[in-house]
Each structure stands twice: as C-alpha cells, then as structure tokens.
C-alpha cells in the first residue's frame, strides 16, 4: 500500500457547533481580519494591476498562432493539411498552391485561421509535420470591434515573431 | 377640509376596489383590487383617529391575510384560459343588485333615522394602543379570552381535518 | 404655523425620503468595496472622473447611467404587463416609507416649542414598520408571478414564503422589547435608551434583550433577503429568482429598493437595540447642558483624527507598480485638501457653538446635528455588519431556513417572552 491515507477530522457535531453562532462569529472574525488588514494598506491585496502590469506568460503556454518560417524566411508549411484535419473546432481553413522553390512541392496560398472558434487546444501544434505552427506568440489578449478581424491570414501568422528564445521551445513550448 | 378630501378619496377607492374585486375576471386582479379596498378602510380609520384598528387593519388584512391568497394564486399559478366561462355574468349582477337595492334603501334610512350628532373625537387617545389594551383587557377580559378560545378551537379542527384527510389516503 | 414650523417640517420629511436614496450610493459602494477586501481583491476601482475615482463610488454613478440608459424591455410572454410594472415600485415605496418612522435626533425645542426628528411622527411607530414591510412582499410576489417564468416563479415563492415564515418570529421579538420599553412609539424607545444601566452600562436593548436582539436581526436579515437567506435569488439555482425577467431600470428599482430596504432595517435595529440616536453615556440633557465642553473636545479631535486619516489616504491612493509622476499622488493631495477644508468648515461652527450663550437654541441644533451623525454613523455600522455577513457565511438550504424559522426562533421568541414578562413583573 503505497498510497498515503490522510485521515480527516471530522467538524460540526460538538454542541458548540451544532449552536451554529459561535462557528458564525469565529467565522466573521476571520474574514473581518483581512479587510482589516486590507484596509491598513492596500498593496497587501491578492491583485495584478492589470494591464499596467502584465502577467508573466511561460513558454508552454498556447497564445495567438504563428507560422514559422525557414532561415531565409520562406514559409516552413508545406500545406499537408494535417492541422486542419485535426482541428477539434474545424477553425483552420487552408488553401494549397504549387510551390517552386525547391523547399517542397506545396505551399499554403492562404492559411486563415478562426480565433473565436478556436479553442486553443494545441492540437494543430502537435499534429503538424514541420514544426510550422506554432503558438508561442504570448498574445493572449485579443480583442477587437468586429468578427472579420478575428479571422487570421497568411501575413499576420507569419509576421508575429515568436515571443520566446529557442531554448525555451525545446523544453516544451507550445 | 383636508380630512374631507382624505375622507372622499379613502371612499372612493374602497369602493372602487371592491367593484374591482367582484368585476375582474382573475383571481389576482380581484385579489389585488381587495388590497386597494383594505388600504382604505385602514386609511379610513386612521381618519377616525383609531390608530391600534388602523395599523391592525395594515398589518393583519392588508397585510397577512391578503398576502396568504395572493400567496396561494400565484402558487397555482392560474392562466387566463384556466379560467372558467361565466355565461350571463352581468345577468346575475344585475339581478343583485336588484336583490339589493331595497336592503340598501332600508339601511340608508336606517341610518339617517340615527340622530345627528356632530363628528366629534371621543375622548383623550381614543383608540392608542394603550387605550384599546385598557379596555381590552381589563372590561373585557373574559370575552376576550373566550373569543381566542374559540380560535384555538378552530385552528385545532382545521388540523385535525386536514390530517384525517391524509390518514383516509 | 410659523414659517419655522414649515422648515421643520420640510427638514424632517426630506431628511427621511432623501437619506435612504443617499444611502443607496453608500450601501452600493461599501458593498463592493468590502467585498472586495473580504476577499482580498480590490474592488471596482477604476472608473474615473478626470482621472478622481472617489475610492470608487464613480463607478456607482457609472452604473446608474449605464442601467438608466439600457433598453427597457418587456418581452411579449408576459401578460399582465401593469402587475410587471407595478411591482419593483412597491417594493421600493415600501422600503423607503418604513423609514419614515424613524427619529433620528430627540424632540427639537426651539423658540419653546418641539419639533419631532421623524419623517411621520406616529405614536404606532414599530408597528408601522412591520406593516409596510409585510408589503413588499406584494411586489415580489407580483414580480415573480407576473414574469410567466419557471425561476421567477420559484423565486419569488421562495422568498414570499420566507418574508411571512420570519415575519413571525420578528415580531414576537419585538413582543418581548415592547414589554421592556413599555411602548410602542420609537421615539420613546430611544429616549427610554439614554438612560444608564446599574449606572454605567447604557440602557441599550442590546443588553436589556441580547436573545430579543439575535432573533430580530436574524429575521431582519431574512426579511431583506440577504445572505444568508438569499435564497429567493439564488443565482447558481434560480439564475436571480424574481427578478429575472427585469431589466434595465426596472431592475434598477428593485436593485435599489433591496438597499433601501437594508437600510431601514438597519435603521429599526439601530433604534430598538443600539440605542438609536443616544451618544452613550450622554443622553439629549446632558449635552445640552455640556454642549460648550462637547465642542471644545470635538474641536481638538477632529484635526488629530483627520491627520491620520490624511496620513492613511496618502500612503494607501498610490500605484502599486513603478510609474512615474505618478497621478494618483495628487488624486490624493487633492482628496486631503477637501477634507481638510471641511475639516475648517466644521472648526468654524464649533467655534460658532463655543461663543453661542450656553443652553440656547444653537446649542439645541447643536445637539440634534450632533444626534443625526450618530444615528447616520450607527446605521453605517450596522449596515457594514450586514455586508460581512453576506461576504462570510454560505446560503441556506430552504429546508434549513424554514427550520431554523419554525422549530428555533420561534419557541426561543416565545420563550423570550415569558421570561422576559416575568422579570419585568417581578421587578416593578
Ligand atoms: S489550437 Fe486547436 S482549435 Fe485552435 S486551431 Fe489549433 S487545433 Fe484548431
Ligand atoms: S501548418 Fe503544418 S500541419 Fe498545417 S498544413 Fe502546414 S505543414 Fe501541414
């Protein structure tokens, strides 16, 4: 038996307790205790002064995609459409076209991507071939006025850079 | 002059809500018109300067008792076409008021045979809390308590009916 | 009538219709704000006006203009349209009218003649309050049944059978104060109160009738459908009970019309428990007599207290983060400035009461200014106590609630009674 048992003391049968009004009052004071102390000085708050201050995002975290890119910057996908295969949220919609480059014989003519369908499951991430997609841009965020601004293309996926060092990617980034 | 006025608004809406009562085809409006008619009577007792009957007015028929039957309407929740069809509704009102129109000639002259006597206010704190408790419990105690007996005994029979009822399922 | 008897009258019946609506803002504020602090977060503290957030109370006057603005919408279920209407208005007529009993400084004597400190002076008093507020329950009842909806309905059948079950044991509560008191006219109860108890306990019903006390705030705080007993809202079951087919200013009127509620059963509290408007230890006599002292005292006071309270605002209206110029510093000078202008402010009447002749009618206004901020400041206090309640202890089951109404408060209220007549007999 390697699991550990912790045995927990169980509350509520003393007649003090069962009184109800005492456990009330001991309950009050805990909770009069931190406004208290809130109220004496309020930089002891649990809070983030968002957006001044931005939260620290590590590298394993899925934020907004990007396409990677090859050294001399041509686009690294080579439209196999594993991704949007494996899309849960079927977000992703790729258009193939021929390549010439030399790199490989398919390139993506365009590459939209839904972000209020998707739900940032990673799984584009995971299923892709080439390391071409990534999320590791750190934008979290994202609003805007209208619906069509939330269906990414082809140029934005590829002109957000990466928001962490290549070191960080192979301990697991997303 | 004021109290005139008063007295002739209180009037008019204790009517007027019990006209609504009987006319309103559901049970809610008839209930609420209800309310209207106890408010004013209270108000027409506060005019009275009976202040103990005024509040009880408030507390007991404004308040609890109405309160109960809207209770009750609402947790049946009763729809405009639950209702039943009442054919010649007016037919009947009509012939009671015909019913009626001699019995209310009878009590008008009744009481304008009453001697006239000029509105005065009877006595210092007439109708106070104190005053009311005074007489209540020390000219008519027995009454009184006679009285809430025979509550206790109707409250007890309700029990006691309503628990046969279940036993009999 | 003299044109003083007109102002009197004007003081007293906008003093009881307007300190509720101020009150809202208040209640609103400290809601939110302590809350807030409860729970270790800040609190809306963002909303600005040129950059003056008030510590937060802009963001009331922000709500109040978004829900004035909203669209106001019945949709075409609902039948009995003028029901649906009515409804959060009797609410909120109700809450703000049981106020109006309330005397929140003693009888003012002026020019030899008094001037009752109640929005209606009314010998009933106590028992008006419990008259009017047996009536909102007609709004939330209409409410509920007029949305022709399953949680509105559920809602409001809850909380009206919750509003009558308590209504019981709160007034068998007040049976047992009314015997101490001997009345039933508040006024009168809150003179009876700035008496002392062996001498130097104040004669508060707090300690006269501390089970009395339990049982009243317990069905008080029933009766407005607060936590713990919110269950009529209930939002994870009943996605908010009555009121859920409300919207915009409707909903705003019921919204306000729980505040108002909140702080006219603070008020009752206050008045049948805590002594009312009596400062302890000085009753209405003894601070007129003292009224020179009081001021001379009060002078000396404020600026000490108003130091620290300067010291407290300044370290606590700054950013937390690194900023530069940082605009919350002078949002802060600019606060301290106001309040040490009022500070001044109040320096002068003191001094205006100090050369006044003693025992005259400056005196007497005096001490009624002097009685309204206690009432004003107790009511705060108690309303505070109902906001730590709600941000402390979990909801009711509806089981437990009409168990802890029927088979706990109400024998122990009975029980209270016979006790208490017996004590009282036995001592007069
Ligand atoms: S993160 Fe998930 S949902 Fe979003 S695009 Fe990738 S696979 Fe689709
Ligand atoms: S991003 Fe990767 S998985 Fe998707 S189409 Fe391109 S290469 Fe294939």
Known sequence: MGAKVKTMERRGSTFIERIYLVEIFKGMA?????????????????????????????????????????????????????????????????????????????????FNINLLECIYCGYCVEACPLDAIRMDTGIFSLTDNNRQAFIIGLDELLTTPGAYPEEDQKKGGA | MFAEVLFIAFAALSILGAIGLILFRHPMKGAMSLIVTMISLAGLY???????????????????????????????????????????????????????????????????????????????????????????????????????????????????????????? | MSLLDIFMIAVRVAFSAFIPLCFIAVCVWMERRGAGFFQDRAGPNRAAIYGFRAAGLVQNAADGIKLFFKEDMISDHIKHKFF???????????AIISFAVVPFADTLVLGG?????????????????????????YGIILAGWSSANKF???????????????????????????IVYGTVNLSEMAQYQGQLLFGFIPMWGAFLQPVSLMIFVIAAFAECNRTPFDLAEGESELVAGFHVEYSAMKFAVFFMGEYVAMFASSAIIITLFFGGYQIPFLNTQALITFAKPVAFFMMIGLPIGMYYFAGWIRRNNVSHYPRENDPRVTEANVYIKCFWGLVVIIELLLIGILIC????????????????????????????????????????????????????????????????????????
């Open chain 3, 357 to 428: 002749q003693s025992g005259g009618s400056a005196a007497h206004v005096f001490v009624a200014l002097l009685q309204i901020c206690t009432f004003l400041v107790k009511v705060t206090m108690m309303i505070f106590v109902y906001i730590w309640v709600r941000w402390t202890l979990p909801r009711f089951r509806y089981d437990q609630l009409q168990k802890l109404g029927w088979q706990m408060l109400l024998p122990l209220a009975l029980l209270n009674i016979f006790i208490t007549s017996a004590v009282v007999i036995a001592l007069s």
């Open chain 3, 152 to 178: 509105g309905l559920l809602g409001s059948l809850r909380s009206a059978a919750q509003v009558i079950s308590y209504e019981i044991p709160m007034g068998l509560a007040l049976v047992s104060m009314l």
């Open chain 1, 30 to 110: 805990r909770t009069l205790s931190h406004l208290l102390r809130n109220l004496k000085d309020n930089s002891k708050l649990y809070v983030r002064h968002y957006p001044e201050v931005q939260p620290e995002i590590p590298a394993g975290w899925r934020g907004r995609h990007r396409l990677t890119t090859h050294d001399d910057g041509t686009v690294k996908c080579v439209a196999c459409f594993m991704c949007q295969t494996n899309c849960p949220a079927d977000c992703i919609s790729i258009e193939a076209g021929e390549r010439h480059d030399d790199k490989a014989e398919k390139m993506p003519v365009s």
């Open chain 3, 113 to 137: 003649r008094g001037y009752v400190m109640q929005g209606i002076p009314m010998d009933i008093g106590i028992l008006w309050f419990l008259a009017v507020t047996g009536f909102s329950v």
């Open chain 2, 46 to 169: 506060a005019l009275l300067s009976a202040e103990l009957i005024f509040v009880l007015q408030l507390i007991v028929y404004a308040g609890a008792i109405m309160s109960l039957i809207i209770f009750i309407i609402m947790f049946l929740n009763i729809q405009d076409n639950d209702l039943p069809i009442e054919e010649g509704r007016y037919l009947y009102l009509a012939g009671g008021i015909a019913v009626i129109i001699p019995i209310a000639c009878f009590m008008i002259k009744v009481v304008k045979s009453i001697p006239a006597h000029q509105a005065t206010i009877v006595g210092n704190g007439f109708g106070g809390v104190k005053e009311v408790g005074l007489v209540l419990f020390q000219d008519w105690l027995l009454p009184f308590e006679i009285v809430s007996l025979l509550l206790l005994v109707a409250l007890i029979g309700a029990v006691v009916l309503a628990g046969k009822r279940r036993l009999l399922k």
């Open chain 3, 84 to 94: 649906f209407v009515m409804a959060p208005f009797i609410v909120f007529f109700c």
